[in-house]
């Protein structure tokens, strides 16, 4: 494989551990989402239902995330992404639909560590409540990492996913890392 | 009026400082004038000063709903410059910063007219062609400007951090008789004038209605009665829409937030005002020696005088960028004005839809700078019904279409 | 710094999470409008020093464009609605009601 | 002499010595000290000057109200001036120096203006310096800059980091005092979420020091207790350290944390600035005494009642042997008791009311200390210390009684609760006449996004000063609080307390009531300034008689304590001046942030590498190993030229260029935006976006099209592809990409939400490769993998297909007029394509070229850039593009806009091709004059210069302008004045310089 992501798997090691995850695939599905044709695509291509507003849904390596009321995110592994867009595409020909392979467009950070030092590591950069009554596992939330757009959920209390432009993914790397600098714990969430 | 000097204060010092008299007299309104101003700003203030000093006018009242001087002519970072590339807005900007090289003696007031050069830093090669394209147009304005390369740069403001890396300097637009004057003495200083001229500056009153016959204004009602007058000239930065609502018109103007900061004060350390587009930022040094701060507009509307923090932050950051060494400076205090900004972002000097009524509003964050020249081309306009500085800032403008844009060449902030 | 409520969303949003996108409920005037009705589109504004209604973004979240009724003067925000309507809907105008009695703006009530 | 007592002090631990310099001097303190408490053990009471007399200045207060203990701390890269000796923590090897003197702080000479002073009063600059008129710039103002201005300037790059973090709290409690901490946990027990934030190192706030029992405990012990029971309650975090120095609207409170200025060698951030959203706030801000106003009040060795006794009891400084205890109220007979109660003397309570009547005064009687009552001070003696008082009656003018030889005076003119962060978001205050003191107006709070109050004050910040009053007040705030915020309070009672009963205060604002101007011009309002009762009685006389125009004439509370001593007693001073109510003036307004805070902190992370996002195409790194000379270009940053060794610029561009049109180039054009549109009405949103005909375009075809705002002018420009019936693709400008994106979805959302069009915006999806120049063809048919021939890939067509192995796909588009393939490619394999096609380029000698190759060769041909060509004001009909303005829409974007007068004036300048008689380059903005001058006197002009270069090609000087009927002027030669002194001549042209008839790009 020559394809390379931004960072080529980078990573560094502070109050958390802060990873290139590498590439991964994402297809930008924008339809009606109360459509049962688009659900019934969705379920067939990725083998999970819409999730609820603000949510993602997932299911071994695939991931479908909500993003706005006329877009979901398919995660899916990138050497898949193809088939997927196509059985998207098949699934839903005739729609109003867009289906747009935007792996490449992206970067994705994988942040690992105990919960509470995760949750900081954000909170140092997003205008997000942090706090595990008010986001956790099957949350997504796209927000501001300081001064770019970005997106992150939990995979489980002690992993994190980030996603940004792929322009920006060495600013939200330098973001990450040193905001999980040691000497930086806050101590807010235990 | 008894005049200022050394002089004068040595023999002051003598008795306690007992003699000194007031500054502006505190008169009840009189039933009538030839022109009120609403608004004793320095907009205001200067209208009617030169209505008086120029064309003889002084049956005039300036009415305030605060105090003289209390809302931006007290709350802006003092830059005065006139490098401006549109011909209309050099003009006019030339004008005032002409005007405020000899505001001191003219007044009799030291407005501390500081005309220490004014650098607007070219960090990109579309600043710098914008700037340069700036320079050739004020060479023909009439505006001695110039273009300078970095290490010129860097030679009148050695704080400055010049080799980036994120946005090396490439050069700047160098306005050497740019500078910066004390704000509330250029507010003071005319209505000491003013008042010296028989005029009567009504401070805490309201002015609460327009009123008009047959299309053309007879009076004002305010808190403290009606008053009546010939002409109404509307000059309240931040409050414009409120008053043309009662006049019976609107105005292309929308109100929004801009702030400002200071750090504490430290020794001299920087003799020019540098104002940084690519980054929005720009810093002077006071007197006093606080750097003075000040970026862009919050991007809603917004009387309350507070401004949102994150646009603190988004100046301080650049600041810090182009300064290194005011990190560990400290933000002494915060502050925020309301300023009116028009569709074009360029002032309204104006006649209007009402017979008698005339407007001076939208200078955005171009106020302070433009007082004198304001107050000029206000009182010609007011006086003799057109004037040549005020010409092209009609509110006919916006209908033709014929738009005085200065975020032209990149010169968006002041 | 305000908050506003993202009708689409649900996110009680930051204000740096937002653009705001200046008046709402303007109508387009487009070719074979008169010179009036063309400039007051474009820049006539209102510009109240109290209720107003304005369209802001939500940017960096879901991308969508909303409307709020917000007070320029003390900063109260009465609601955010869709911005897919041509007017605020009724149980905004009832909430200002309730805070602001005789409120009005343009020619709403 | 101030010294360190024998007595055990409540904040040190002296097992630890401490080691620090002052001005150079080894000194040595303990831990927990503060510098000021420090100082003062080490018997150095002088600690800085002022700022306009640079009077000797010694340190008056204990906390952040401290207007003249303040210093430069640190060297190097982590100096910092003004720092508040009362609230720096000492540290193993701190290293102070005083500010503001020259040579020393002993001798200064710029304490001549001191002698000066009565030729200095408020406002005495407005008055002189007039002339000669170049004076003021050139003498007064530097001399006025060089006295004035405090600390020293730091030199070097801050070496700390900073941070930021965001919060979310139901109730924050501000102050960690009693009050802080009993509205905190009544907050908590409702189940709230609990932020305590405490701007020093210890819980408790003055209570500890003032005495009293709570519960049947003494107060440290009850503080203690309370700390321990919040530290275990899950929905609570306490916070020392972290000053809140701002309340913002809806809820936004900033916390201001000092992490590491206690101790420099930790690791992690400096500060860290809290942006916390609170649903409710409570302030337990406390309160801060009064100076009282009498001649001398500034000599060092006077202070602040309480300040002397923190220092007793905290840290076991006695500030002086025999201290004089001048008040209006019985809180500073604590002083006097504590004083005494220590073994040090207590010549005499002066105290300026009639009867002197409270528990505390009859405990100092009976601890035997003289109590003089109707008394007030009528002179303080000494100048750098404090060596006696000369006391008269409070009714008089002056006259001295007696003299009292003294070393240090404890004064107290009452307290102000702070009301600073109740301020700050509009919450209002009203003047209490019984307890003399602005407090908060409970009825008129701040309010926040719904419209409600979001503030509650709390204890002595609410103006409550008795222990029992505070705790119970501090209970039914945090209660309200919590019930504001949604939860259901538990009703519980405050803990019991007991303290001493007080007998009222009875306001003095000047001392004696009667002092006449030689004791006014001594008598301080504020410290630091240098403003006296005589600067603001002189304002009121001159008719600044706003509070606002006094405190700027006066300079009063402008200082970097921002008049927390001075504000109350100066606006008292102006309402006695005016004869009116102190309701009447009113406050200035307070405004954020309560003490400073670093600017550091205010930038937070975002500096160096991070300072702003770096947006980096795939191929960045490989630019950046090629020796790139970067542009910035937004957030982007692109290769300006590839300079060789010792080569210019401007050399490095011409070799670029002509390689590129003598065989090949290469040019990375990632930063392009691209964004899909898709749907049923995608033609007719096209159609309505930019002003040509885009429905008609065929799938598999491009289209070079315009945009234009509402109000008409260009906005921007680029080549559209179809994709498929329903798909088309839009490339924008590098600055376009989001800005075009945002347009579109602002358009399809609020106007045209019916139409059934989706956008994605996919510019970074792609790396886009540009390979132009005449061997384009040859060098892609060398890597293979798709027909790239004239006739199966024309130009202004797009195909898919493979090169060298990689899906592509290959848009037939040129903006240098030369065979020119655009190829996009998935972003992760952009750097593989771009090595193939350098490779396989070699032998055609390829060279990659960056921007201004790429400006110069679109001049060459004639097309436009935006951004130089247009400036915001430019209409297409200006640019004679209206061969892309389509005569058969009804309507698009601008159309209306460009039907005004001033749009369709024939007189609008237009766009020509500008050549030099002499072939050299035209300035860069010149502008082309005409006859004559308009009104104002400025030069009259007819023309512009919009893009010029050096063409390589051509060998001369080309440009682009916009030119006064410049269309119909070809071959006139008009006037281009340089800023260099001479003037440019050049000749009208056609703006197409190279390659009329577009034979290179389409063959």
Not at chain 2, 282 to 305: A, H, L, R, W
Not at chain 4, 698 to 706: E, N, T, W
Not at chain 4, 810 to 826: D, K, M, Q, T
Not at chain 4, 856 to 882: H, S, W, Y
Request: charged share 20%; aromatic share 8%.
């Amino acid at each position: 494989m020559s394809e390379l992501s931004a960072l080529n798997g980078a990573a560094f090691h502070g109050t958390v551990t802060v990873e290139d995850a590498g590439l991964q695939g994402m297809i930008a599905l924008r339809g009606d989402l109360a459509s049962a044709k688009l659900a019934k695509a969705v379920k067939v291509a990725t083998g999970l239902a819409i999730p609820a507003v603000r949510k993602i849904s997932s299911e071994g390596d695939k991931a479908v995330a909500w993003m706005s009321p006329d877009e979901l995110l398919i995660l899916a592994p990138y050497e898949d992404t193809g088939d997927v867009v196509a059985q998207l595409n098949e699934a839903l020909a005739g729609e109003h639909v867009l289906v747009q392979n935007l792996s490449d467009a992206r970067a994705t950070f994988s942040l690992t560590g105990a919960p509470g030092a995760l949750r900081e590591v954000l909170a140092k950069l997003a205008p997000v409540d942090l706090s595990p009554d008010a986001f956790g596992p099957g949350d997504f939330r796209r927000t501001r990492l300081a001064q770019v757009a970005g997106a992150f959920w939990f995979e489980d209390t002690t992993t994190a996913r980030v996603i940004c432009f792929r322009s920006v993914a060495e600013y939200v790397y330098g973001l990450l890392c040193v905001s999980a600098e040691d000497g930086g714990e806050v101590g807010i969430f235990g | 009026m008894r005049r200022y000097s050394a002089f004068a204060i040595a023999r002051e010092a003598a008795r306690y400082h007992s003699g000194w008299e007031r500054a502006w007299a505190s008169p009840e309104p009189k039933k009538k004038y030839d022109v009120i101003i609403v608004g004793a700003g320095g907009h205001g203030l200067a209208t009617a000063y030169y209505l008086g000093k120029n064309f003889g006018i002084t049956n005039v009242a300036v009415l305030e709903k605060g105090w003289l001087g209390g809302g931006n002519t007290g709350r802006n970072t003092t830059i005065i410059r006139s490098n401006y590339l549109q011909d209309t807005s050099a003009a006019i900007y030339e004008k005032a910063r002409s005007l405020y090289e000899t505001m001191s003696q003219d007044l009799n007031y030291n407005v501390m007219f500081s005309p220490r050069g004014v650098i607007m830093l070219a960090q990109t090669e579309h600043e710098v062609r914008g700037y340069q394209r700036t320079a050739h147009a004020n060479a023909l304005q009439g505006v001695k400007t110039e273009f300078i390369g970095p290490q010129r740069v860097k030679e009148l403001v050695p704080i400055i951090n010049i080799s980036g890396p994120r946005y090396p300097v490439l050069g700047g637009l160098w306005q050497e008789r740019g500078g910066t004057a004390r704000h509330d003495a250029v507010a003071w200083g005319y209505a000491r004038a003013c008042s010296d001229m028989g005029m009567d500056i009504i401070q805490k009153c309201e002015v609460t209605g327009v009123r008009r016959e047959g299309g053309k204004v007879v009076g004002v009602d305010t808190t403290k009665g009606a008053i009546d007058c010939d002409k109404l000239g509307l000059v309240v930065a931040g409050h414009s829409g409120v008053l043309a609502d009662m006049a019976g018109f609107r105005l292309p103007i929308e109100s929004l937030a801009l702030q400002a900061l200071v750090s504490e004060p430290i020794k001299p350390c920087m003799d020019v005002v540098v104002m940084a587009n690519t980054v929005h930022g720009y810093m002077s040094q006071s007197d006093k020696g606080e750097m003075v701060i000040g970026g862009g507009t919050d991007g809603f509307n917004n009387y309350t005088q507070r401004g949102s923090f994150h646009h603190v932050e988004e100046t301080v950051r650049a600041l810090v960028e182009t300064f290194p060494m005011i990190s560990r400076l400290k933000m002494l205090r915060q502050w925020g004005g309301i300023v009116d900004m028009t569709g074009d972002r360029s002032p309204i000097l104006s006649k209007t839809p009402v017979e008698g009524v005339f407007v001076n509003c939208g200078w955005g964050t171009g106020g302070f700078k433009s007082i004198p020249g304001s107050g000029w081309a206000m009182a010609e306009l007011m006086a003799k019904g057109h004037s040549p500085l005020a010409e092209e800032f009609g509110l006919n403008r916006f209908a033709e279409g014929r738009f005085i844009d200065e975020s032209v060449a990149a010169g968006v902030a002041h | 710094m305000l908050i506003l409520h993202c009708p689409y969303c649900g996110v009680d949003a930051e204000e740096t999470e937002l653009h705001a996108g200046g008046e709402a409920h303007l109508k387009r005037f487009g070719p074979g409008s008169s010179d009036a009705d063309f400039e007051s589109y474009l820049f006539g504004r209102e510009n109240p020093k109290g209720v107003h209604f304005e369209r802001w973004r939500h940017v960096n979240g879901c991308g969508k464009w909303f409307h709020a009724a917000r007070c320029t003067a003390t900063l109260e925000v009465f609601g955010t609605y869709s911005a897919q309507v041509l007017e605020p809907p009724q149980d905004i105008r009832d909430a200002i009601t309730a805070k602001r009695p005789g409120w009005s703006w343009r020619d709403i009530q | 002499m101030s010294t360190r007592l024998a007595t055990k002090a409540r904040l040190l631990n002296t097992d630890k010595q401490i080691r620090f310099s002052f001005n150079g001097k080894q000194m040595i303190g303990y831990e927990g000290d503060t510098l000021a408490s420090a100082l003062l053990a080490n018997g150095q009471m002088m600690m800085g000057r002022s700022f306009k007399y640079h009077r000797p200045r010694g340190v008056i207060a204990s906390g952040a109200e401290e207007p003249n203990a303040l210093v430069g701390l640190g060297s190097g890269a982590r100096f910092e001036p003004n720092q508040r000796a009362t609230t720096t923590e000492l540290f193993d090897g701190l290293s102070a120096t005083s500010q503001n003197h020259w040579p020393s702080l002993e001798f200064d000479i710029g304490a001549v203006n001191n002698k000066l002073a009565r030729f200095f009063p408020a406002g005495f600059y407005y008055k002189t310096f007039m002339a000669p008129r170049a004076a003021w710039k050139s003498v007064f103002e530097p001399i006025v800059r060089q006295s004035a201005g405090l600390g020293k300037v730091p030199k070097d790059r801050d070496a700390d980091r900073y941070e930021h973090f965001y919060a979310f709290m139901d109730v924050v409690v501000v102050g960690g005092g009693v009050a802080g901490l009993q509205a905190a946990k009544a907050a908590a027990q409702s189940g709230a979420k609990v932020l305590l934030l405490e701007q020093t190192a210890h819980w408790g706030g003055r209570a500890p020091v003032d005495g009293g029992v709570i519960d049947g405990q003494p107060v440290d012990k009850f503080v203690e207790e309370l700390v321990s029971e919040l530290e275990t309650m899950p929905n609570v975090t306490l916070r020392l350290r972290c000053m809140a120095s701002g309340v913002y609207d809806h809820g936004y409170v900033l916390g201001y944390e000092r992490l590491t200025d206690h101790a420099p060698e930790a690791s992690g951030p400096r500060h860290r600035l809290w942006r916390v959203r609170a649903k409710q706030v409570v302030t337990a801000t406390g309160a801060i005494e009064r100076p009282l106003s009498f001649a001398g009040n500034d000599v060092p060795g006077v202070m602040l009642a309480s300040a002397i006794r923190d220092y007793a009891v905290d840290y076991g400084v006695s500030v002086g042997d025999r201290t004089v205890v001048v008040t209006n109220n019985d809180d500073a007979y604590r002083t006097a008791i504590t004083l005494k109660n220590l073994g040090l003397e207590v010549p005499a309570v002066i105290d300026a009311r009639a009867s002197a009547g409270g528990e505390l005064a009859e405990e100092a009687k009976a601890l035997g200390i003289r109590v003089e009552t109707g008394k007030g001070i009528a002179k303080v003696q000494g100048s750098k210390r404090v060596t006696g008082v000369a006391i008269c009656s409070q009714a008089g003018e002056g006259a001295v009684i007696e003299e009292i030889p003294c070393d240090a005076v404890a004064m107290s003119g009452g307290w102000s609760p702070v009301v600073h962060l109740w301020s700050h978001c509009g919450g209002k205050l009203i003047w209490d006449d019984v307890r003399s003191m602005f407090r908060p107006d409970v009825d008129k709070a701040p309010t926040g996004a719904d419209g409600q109050g979001f503030v509650v004050a709390a204890g002595s910040a609410n103006g409550l000063l008795h222990l029992q009053n505070i705790l119970a007040d501090a209970q039914a705030a945090g209660a309200s609080a919590a019930k504001a915020a949604g939860f259901t309070p538990k009703s519980a009672a405050a803990p019991e307390a007991q303290a001493r009963e007080e007998a009222p205060i009875e306001p003095v604002w000047l001392m004696p009531q009667g002092a006449g101007p030689k004791l006014r011009m001594k008598a301080w309002l504020d410290f630091q300034n240098d403003v006296k009762v005589s600067d603001v009685m002189l304002a009121a006389q001159e008719g600044y008689e706003s509070v606002e125009h006094t405190k700027r004439y006066t300079t009063l509370g402008m200082a970097t304590d921002q008049g927390k001593l001075s504000n109350i007693n100066g606006l008292a001073t102006l309402a006695r001046s005016l004869n009116a109510d102190i309701p009447q003036v009113g406050t200035t307004t307070f405004r954020p942030p309560y003490t400073p805070i670093s600017m550091g902190a205010i930038a937070g992370e975002a500096r160096g590498e991070i300072f702003q996002p770096l947006r980096k195409t795939p191929m960045h790194g490989w630019h950046e190993e090629h020796g790139a000379h970067w542009e910035p270009v937004g957030h982007w940053r692109r290769p300006y030229c590839y300079p060789r060794q010792g080569e210019s610029h401007a050399d490095a561009v011409a070799r670029e260029i002509n390689q590129t049109r003598k065989s090949v180039g290469m040019l990375d054009a990632s930063t392009l935006g691209k964004i899909i549109v898709k749907g049923p009405d995608a033609g007719k949103f096209l159609d309505m976006l930019y002003t040509n005909m885009m429905s008609t375009l065929k799938p598999g075809k491009c289209r070079y099209g315009l945009m234009c705002s509402e109000n008409g002018f260009l906005i921007d420009d680029g080549v559209v592809a179809r994709i498929d019936e329903d798909t088309f693709l839009c490339h924008t400008t590098t600055g376009g990409a989001d800005r075009i994106h945002g347009h579109m979805e602002e358009w399809l959302q609020t106007e045209w939400w019916d139409w059934k069009v989706y956008t994605a915006n996919v510019t970074e999806q792609y790396a886009q490769i540009a390979v132009v120049g005449p061997n384009a063809r040859k060098l892609l048919e060398k890597l293979g993998g798709m027909d790239v021939s004239k006739d199966t890939l024309p130009f202004m067509q797009w195909q898919d297909g493979e090169l060298a192995g990689i899906g592509v796909r290959v848009y037939r588009i040129s903006f240098s007029g030369e065979l020119s393939y655009e190829i996009a490619v998935p972003a992760s394999n952009g750097r593989a394509l771009w090595d193939k096609i350098a490779e396989a380029g070699a032998e055609f000698g390829i060279m990659p070229y960056g921007t201004e190759a790429l400006h110069v060769m679109r001049a060459e041909k004639g097309f436009i850039m935006i951004g130089d060509e247009t400036d915001g004001t430019v209409i297409p009909q200006d640019l004679g593009l209206t061969w892309a303005i389509s005569k058969k829409k009804e309507d698009y974007l601008g159309k209306r806009a460009q039907a005004r007068s001033h749009m369709t004036d024939p007189k609008r300048w237009k766009l020509v091709g500008l050549e030099t008689i002499d072939g050299s380059v035209l300035p860069d903005g010149a502008y082309a004059v005409a006859e004559g001058t308009n009104a104002n006197g400025q030069r009259n002009t007819q023309g512009r210069v919009t893009s010029t270069y050096h063409s390589p090609t051509l060998g001369k000087g080309i440009a682009m302008g916009l030119v006064l009927n410049g269309p119909d002027r070809m071959g006139e030669v008009i006037d281009f004045p340089g800023t260099d002194g001479k003037t440019y001549k050049a000749r009208i042209c056609d703006p197409v310089f190279y390659d009329k008839d577009g034979e290179k790009q389409n063959v």
